[in-house]
């Protein structure tokens, strides 16, 4: 009898085993997330997998653990987020990746990196939105490069639009480099991340759209009945 049920007890756990194995054991995972950096949809690697992992352990995630931060990822973070009295944004960063476990994930941006004002105060946000900017205007003037980062961040505080920066920039079809993925291919320069710096910073010189558009490419035609605000480079930008 005691034999039978050691053995039952070995069966159990190797199986357990196998189900939790891929490249390192959740032990290591977990060690290993001290300062991880915020993720969000179109991240990839070992930081996606730990967090497709940890989902997974707690039954929000039934995708495969493969590095990718796609739409199965995305919805399990959404859930798990709304589920813990998190914003819903998708956006795994210090407080999602504390609320996961991993206490203190993300590190404290340093003076002078951060910014304050928008509401918009990580590093991070920073970066995406400069990614955001290379991805769209890139050639265009200065100026026209601050105008697509103001344009963003206005949509933030508009009633018809997420109140997040994860949710304007990631809302479906929003912006041509996102759908195309061009924003993760293209490596924003240093004029693209002082354009997002001095969006965010408050200059805007679009005087307050929330759309922005190429004349010389195929657009919807309902958005020449937008205010149209200014012209600057290429882009029309309207309210």
Do not use: C
């Not at 069966?11 to 959740?26: D, E, G, H, R």
């Not at 996606?48 to 931060?69: A, E, M, P, T």
């Not at 965010?200 to 190429?214: K, L």
Request: charged content about 15%; glycine content about 10%.
């Amino acid at each position: 009898m005691n034999r039978l049920a050691v053995s039952l007890i070995a069966v159990i756990l190797i199986s357990v085993t196998l189900s939790l194995a891929w490249s390192s054991s959740p032990s290591e995972l977990v060690a290993e997330a001290q300062g991880k950096p915020t993720l969000y949809w179109g991240s990839g690697g070992y930081d996606v997998r730990l967090i497709q992992w940890k989902l997974q352990s707690w039954g929000y995630y039934r995708g495969s653990i493969d590095g990718v931060f796609g739409t199965e990822t995305s919805r399990a973070v959404r859930n798990f987020q709304a589920r813990n009295g998190l914003s819903a944004d998708g956006l795994v960063g210090p407080t999602t990746w504390a609320a996961l476990g991993f206490a203190g994930a993300a590190p404290t941006p340093t003076a002078g990196r951060t910014v304050a004002s928008r509401g918009i105060a990580r590093v991070d946000n920073v970066d995406l939105l400069a990614r955001v900017i290379a991805g769209e205007a890139e050639g265009e003037p200065y100026s026209g490069q601050v105008a697509v980062g103001s344009t963003i961040l206005n949509r933030i505080t508009s009633p018809r639009f997420p109140n997040t920066l994860s949710g304007v920039i990631f809302q479906p079809n929003a912006f041509e480099s996102v759908s195309n993925g061009l924003i993760w291919r293209r490596t924003p320069s240093a004029t693209a991340y002082r354009a997002a710096r001095d969006a965010i910073n408050g200059w805007d010189p679009t005087y307050g759209a929330i759309f922005f558009w190429n004349p010389s490419k195929p657009v919807n035609p309902w958005i020449w009945s937008r205010s149209i605000i200014v012209w600057i480079g290429s882009h029309v930008f309207a309210r």
